[in-house]
C-alpha cells in the first residue's frame, strides 16, 4: 500500500517531524529489549554491573531528547523523490 499525502506539506511535515520521533522511540526500545533479553544469568553483582553500563548506552538518548530544544536544526526541506 502507498499512502498518498495531500500536499508537500504534510510530507514535508511527516518527514521532517514525525518519522524520526517514530524512529528515535524505535530504537530506543528495541535497545531496551535487547539490554533485558541479553541480560546475564549470574550473580547479583554482575547484573548491576551490566546494567550500569549497559544504563550509560540508554543515557544518550536522555541526553538527545533534552538537547533537541536547544540546539539549531538546518532548515532546509526534504522529500522524498524530490
Do not use: C
Given at each position: 500500500?502507498?499512502?498518498k499525502?495531500?500536499?508537500?506539506?504534510?510530507?514535508?511535515?511527516?518527514?521532517?517531524?514525525?518519522?524520526?520521533?517514530?524512529?528515535?522511540?524505535?530504537?530506543?526500545?528495541n535497545?531496551v529489549?535487547?539490554?533485558?533479553?541479553?541480560?546475564?544469568?549470574?550473580?547479583?553483582?554482575?547484573?548491576?554491573?551490566?546494567?550500569?553500563?549497559?544504563?550509560?548506552r540508554?543515557?544518550?538518548?536522555?541526553?538527545?531528547?533534552?538537547?533537541?530544544?536547544?540546539?539549531?536544526?538546518?532548515?532546509?526541506?526534504?522529500?522524498?523523490?524530490?
Open positions: 500500500m502507498k499512502y499525502f495531500g500536499s508537500k506539506v504534510k510530507e514535508i511535515f511527516f518527514f521532517r517531524e514525525i518519522k524520526p520521533k517514530f524512529a528515535a522511540k524505535l530504537m530506543y526500545y535497545d529489549y535487547n539490554i533485558a533479553a541479553n541480560k546475564p544469568v549470574t550473580s547479583k553483582k554482575a547484573i548491576k554491573k551490566y546494567h550500569a553500563a549497559e544504563g550509560k540508554l543515557q544518550a538518548y536522555e541526553i538527545f531528547e533534552s538537547d533537541k530544544g536547544d540546539s539549531q536544526v538546518p532548515t532546509f526541506n526534504f522529500a522524498p523523490g524530490l
